[in-house]
């Protein structure tokens, strides 16, 4: 192997290594999102004087949104920038949890996780993209493994993190800790330095 041929393949490698990490990233936010909610449903329950029924609209909401528009989601990012669309939608989730945060209604908050249904729609039509059309053969099942684990991860994190947060910050706090996250992986998605991703 040459010298130009070994510093090709070592940029090739950091390239997918980046690329691998942020994508991955964003599927452990994604993860992380949908299991913010239930370690707090007793305080917002009572806060909101709802019953835990009523408190699952929202959940109800998220899921219904999203599974709605998970084919219309794949449909655009493959006529669009996946790595754009994939911020995008942690950002959109991001700032729902703003919303909810901020405004004191329980209607919002179920108007909110609507929201947060649409940006998660774009979560695997963008991640398999991404991985699969820039991610080194060599390395394809690493990425996907990668990306598998990450997404277990953010669910395994989400609770204690959630709740450490409220017992420094109250919910409201958690919700946007939470919101500062998704922020941070959504930046790291956009500066994700393979240049083959367009």
Same mark, same amino acid.
């Given at each position: 192997m040459t010298v130009s041929t070994e510093i090709a393949y070592a940029a090739r490698r #950091? %390239?997918?290594?980046?690329?691998i990490a942020s994508v991955s990233a964003a599927h452990c936010a994604s $993860?992380?999102?949908m299991l913010v909610l239930p370690p /707090? !449903?007793?305080v917002i329950r009572a806060e909101y004087d709802v019953s835990y029924t009523e408190l699952g609209f929202a959940? =109800?909401? !998220? #899921? @219904? &949104?999203?599974? +709605? /528009?998970?084919t219309q989601a794949g449909f655009l990012v493959d006529r669009g920038? @996946?790595? &754009?669309i994939l911020a995008a939608g942690l950002l959109i989730e991001a700032a729902a949890f703003v919303v909810a945060a901020m405004v004191h209604s329980y209607w919002v908050m179920v108007a909110m996780f609507a929201?947060? %249904?649409?940006? #998660? =729609? &774009? !979560? $695997?039509?963008?991640?398999?993209s991404l991985l699969s059309?820039? &991610?080194?053969?060599q390395r394809i099942g690493q @990425?996907? +493994? +990668? $990306? *598998? !684990? @990450? *997404?277990? /991860? *953010? +669910?395994a994190a989400a609770p204690g993190s959630v709740l450490m947060m409220y017992g420094l910050f109250g919910w409201r706090g958690a919700f946007l800790g939470t919101a500062i996250f998704g922020t941070a992986v959504a930046l790291l998605v956009l500066l994700m330095a393979d240049g083959n991703v367009e």
């Open positions: #950091n %390239g997918d290594i980046r690329l $993860h992380f999102y /707090l !449903f007793a959940f =109800t909401a !998220f #899921n @219904a &949104v999203s599974a +709605s /528009l998970q920038n @996946a790595k &754009v929201v947060m %249904g649409v940006g #998660n =729609t &774009v !979560f $695997h039509p963008a991640d398999y059309r820039h &991610v080194s053969p @990425a996907y +493994s +990668s $990306h *598998g !684990f @990450a *997404g277990m /991860l *953010g +669910s």
